[in-house]
């Protein structure tokens, strides 16, 4: 999967935000040439429409493209028609390999991307080219493309922009900035609260910190927990629902999920490389089960409130609704 | 309306594009303080739940917030109990009064904000603040807002964040660059074609431009040309069925919509300060039928192809769709 979005992503920061994101993500490179010189992600992409638009003629331009880009040509078809693009395409391998060169692929952008890859594979292999790979995009998505794999789709790569650097399905991250915990003047922590009508939007409070527990390698849990008094007991109150008891899952290995990076405005740890990111999300989301990594009904995945913040979020929820503070 | 969208923004840039945007469409101020400053745009906002948590006591976090903004003091009263805080803000009202100053307002951001703001401002008049101004936020967008008008709030201004700033019901524009026309060895402009079994994404040829027509101040509909030929008459072909009959609208005025400020990389003509933008946005706005401007089916608003635009488009499609390209 490629990363396409520059064109959609606000400004220069939400482009390169979305680019280093996607390539942590998993995603194989990016079509964002200046996050690759800044972040050193890998780049890779076609010419545009607009190139075959300038030439007119597609041959022409092809021709033109491969004579530029030699040792990594890959050739939209779709300009006018894919199918004769991809006849074009085959003709300007052909000439590429009489020069030492091989046609690198083809892109797909628009029609019936399960039916038109297969063709073009079946054109490509009989021609002699079965190691030039196909890339498709077009308003791509998980769901798009799990579409293709079921229909049969030969496609080798998936260019994915719109979707993906918009979070076109839920625009905007519901995050907001509240208070776990203050200092006093005597330097001790003091717990915050903030009440809602929604117990969602009730605030947890303390100094808080995560423990991820593991069974087998696969994840089990998540304990938000207060870092100052420590993990009490590795189980879970549901965080909306105070009545459900704790829950206590089996694990047998337990991991910090926060680290300190900024303390009082000072870095106190090197940021991780870009690759350590990238093989860490993976390995998360490897451990995660199936059950909560399906698109469709996925099964939750269980995070939950150590016994102490949960009985002290009920006795700040109590003490503010009362109309006093209990410090 | 208040633009409020920092936190949902990408980055710098998505954030200031949005504060800037949100200004020339209307919005009378931003919460982006950055903004104010490189852009001039004028800031307003309140202060964040937190601060109220940090005191703990909301009492003393309005008096807080009064004597360090006591000319320009709205305050948040939902962190706890939104009734208990507009009791606690016409309390630090009186004494901010007793000292000269006067109450700006207070802010809603949960809950049922018809009915709290008609309750808020009941409270605020029978206490002696009738010029207290009542803003309200939480997710607004249009309909929410056109919602509360109908219900009776009595809301003075709208802090609009992230249902502005990200689009969010349609969170990619989909524009797309294309060529037109390019100019051959001669300097002669060769129109360009990009076909699609889409007709709405088949690309219209040629060094486009845009004439708006109006009647007794009033759009009537915008006519795309080509401007090496000029506007062959005042009739719109329909952009996606090439069988309609062109449509010939009464209009008493005409203006050009494109207006060049770079040319081959340089800039021709002074950018529009942001108040011109923002008056000529309220000015086309107003000249929008009210069909055309309402949320529920709105009328479309017409634009179509200039009759040579039209024929020449039929041309190139049928050349390229042909394999043959005419000059």
Redesign the interface.
């Known amino acids: 999967m490629l990363e396409f979005g520059l064109?959609?992503?606000?400004?220069?920061?939400?482009a390169?935000?979305?680019s280093r994101a996607a390539y942590i993500g998993g995603a194989a490179a990016t079509s964002n040439v200046l996050a690759g010189r800044l972040l050193g992600i890998p780049v890779r992409g076609t010419h545009?429409?607009?190139w075959v638009?300038?030439h007119?003629?597609e041959l022409a331009a092809f021709r033109a493209y491969a004579e530029a880009m030699p040792g990594n040509c890959t050739l939209l078809v779709d300009?006018?028609?894919s199918i004769?693009g991809v006849r074009h395409a085959i003709a300007v391998g052909r000439e590429l390999r009489a020069r030492g060169h091989d046609l690198a692929g083809i892109r797909l952008d628009?029609?019936d991307l399960a039916h038109l890859s297969i063709e073009a594979r079946r054109m490509l292999d009989e021609a002699g080219f079965p190691d030039a790979k196909i890339v498709a995009s077009n308003d791509l998505d998980e769901t798009v493309i799990g579409s293709l794999l079921e229909h049969g789709a030969r496609i080798d790569a998936y260019g994915v922009g719109?979707?993906l650097v918009?979070?076109?399905d839920q625009?905007?991250?519901g995050?907001?900035?509240?208070?776990g915990a203050?200092r006093d003047e005597h330097g001790s922590w003091?717990d915050?609260?903030?009440?809602?009508?929604?117990p969602t939007?009730i605030?947890n409070p303390g100094t808080l910190a995560v423990r991820r527990l593991r069974k087998a390698g696969e994840l089990v849990a998540d304990i938000i927990y207060d870092s100052d008094v420590g993990l009490t007991a590795p189980a879970l109150h549901d965080i909306e629902d105070p009545f459900r008891p704790a829950y206590a899952p089996e694990f047998d290995e337990a991991s910090e999920l926060l680290v300190t990076y900024l303390r009082v405005g000072q870095p106190v740890r090197d940021p991780d490389s870009l690759d350590v990111a990238r093989e860490r999300a993976a390995r998360e989301l490897a451990q995660l089960s199936p059950r909560a990594r399906r698109f469709l009904n996925p099964q939750p995945y269980p995070v939950g409130l150590d016994p102490h913040v949960h009985s002290r979020k009920q006795e700040l929820v109590a003490a503010?609704?009362a109309?006093s503070?209990p410090?």
């Open positions: 064109r959609r992503a606000q400004g220069i920061d939400g390169l935000g979305a545009a429409h607009s638009m300038f007119g003629d300009t006018y028609d004769d628009s029609g719109t979707r918009t979070g076109y625009p905007a991250l995050g907001v900035y509240k208070l203050s003091r915050a609260i903030k009440l809602s009508e929604q939007k605030t503010a609704r109309g503070r410090d």
